[in-house]
């Protein structure tokens, strides 16, 4: 078994602990593995905007020329979310950590 099928098909509860999220190590491989596939594509939407906007001048289709603008904005956008995406992860974890647990008087119904 290659070690890719090892991290799909683990358990994502594994690995859990008092100080860490439970199947955290085999989220950021997953997500490490797809950030250089993401921002290809998105330099290829930007590259499809391009043209599209550029067409869209040259032969005045003021429609295709706002459409190829819109999709290098937008491509532009999800780039720099996806290049973000582990800075997020270790932020939304720091927040986590911050979160205490309820009063010990305090009784949690399940």
Do not use: Q
Not at 5 to 26: K, R, S
Not at 34 to 39: E, K, N
Not at 59 to 69: A, C, I, L, V
Request: hydrophobic share 55%; charged share 10%.
């Amino acid at each position: 078994m290659t070690s890719w099928t090892a991290v799909w098909l683990a358990d994502p509860l594994d690995g859990g602990t008092a100080t860490t999220i439970p199947g955290e190590n085999a989220f950021k491989g997953i997500v490490a593995a797809l950030v250089p596939w993401a921002l290809a594509a998105c330099v290829a939407v930007i590259i499809i905007g391009a043209i599209l906007w550029a067409v869209g001048h040259t032969t005045e289709r003021p429609g295709h020329s706002s459409k190829g603008k819109t999709a290098i904005l937008i491509a532009v956008v999800a780039a720099i979310v996806v290049a973000a995406a582990g800075v997020l992860v270790d932020w939304g974890k720091g927040v986590g950590d911050t979160v205490s647990a309820p009063a010990s008087g305090v009784t949690i119904y399940r």
